[in-house]
């Protein structure tokens, strides 16, 4: 499983950028699919996370309400819609995958298969 993520890039306080995580396996409508981010000298956190059915999704409180995590199984990506961005959301993103039908959730050990991560800045 190869997952590549893109969308990154330096933005404005208040503006929007997507993020988009292609992901190179036939089983991928049957992964769950997750979003966490890495801030310098911090600890990778979680974002967000879509269950391989789609029907839920789950959110870091300090992301609730800006953030919209999505997928689109026909074209093997998931997507990661960022609104109202604030300098505390600079980080790396990284998107992440589980195994077949597993359960999505916030631990990191829930996930497989990482993909390299792309930079999100957000100038004040």
């Known amino acids: 499983v190869q997952l590549q993520a893109s969308g990154g890039g330096l933005v404005q306080a208040g503006g929007s950028l997507r993020l988009s995580c292609a992901a190179s396996?036939?089983?991928?409508?049957?992964?769950?699919m997750g979003w966490f981010r890495q801030a310098p000298g911090k600890e990778r956190e979680f974002v967000a996370t879509i269950s391989w059915k789609g029907g839920s999704t789950y959110y870091a409180d300090s992301v609730k309400g800006r953030f919209t995590v999505s997928r689109d199984n026909a074209k093997n990506t998931v997507y990661l819609q960022m609104n109202s961005l604030k300098p505390e959301d600079t980080a790396v993103y990284y998107c992440a995958a589980t195994t077949p039908t597993a359960l999505v959730g916030r631990e990191m050990a829930l996930y497989d298969y990482w993909g390299q991560g792309t930079q999100v800045t957000v100038s004040s």
């Open positions: 396996v036939r089983t991928f409508s049957s992964r769950g």
